[in-house]
């Protein structure tokens, strides 16, 4: 059970983490983020999957047992994004754009994260309870 819950905890973390270049996320909205903000542009390097393999390298060789929930939870926030219409650079520097029609903060995407959010806690509980939905 602890196990589950600390996979959980890490994958939320994660989500958040591709959106500290930008004042307005939650974690970029801190104080700490701030210097780094000057340096790099919202949805380049950390909305790169060159940056998501450095971290595995990192956590490789510290914290391997957190790798997958931290590349799940990364990795979907990286999906997620790539959905929008300003899309992202998956493999930042280089110039490739992968982007949808979704626009960021509309009604579309509000309809789209419910829907994920009521699959994972759908996910959640029946992990919790060890019920099988498959």
Do not use: W
Not at 8 to 23: G, H, Q, S
């Amino acid at each position: 059970m602890e196990n589950k819950v600390i996979f959980v905890i890490v994958a939320l973390i994660a989500t958040f983490i591709p959106d500290i270049d930008t004042k307005f996320s939650k974690l970029g909205k801190k104080k700490v983020f701030r210097p780094l903000q000057f340096f790099v542009s919202h949805r380049g390097f950390f909305h790169s999957f060159i940056f998501l393999g450095l971290i595995i390298l990192l956590f490789l060789l510290f914290l391997p047992i957190i790798i997958f929930p931290f590349a799940l939870g990364y990795s979907s926030h990286l999906l997620a994004d790539a959905f929008t219409i300003q899309g992202i650079r998956p493999f930042y520097p280089f110039k490739t754009r992968i982007k949808g029609k979704i626009k960021t903060g509309g009604r579309l995407e509000i309809i789209v994260f419910v829907c994920f959010l009521i699959t994972d806690l759908l996910l959640l509980s029946s992990m919790m309870l060890n019920i099988s939905l498959i």
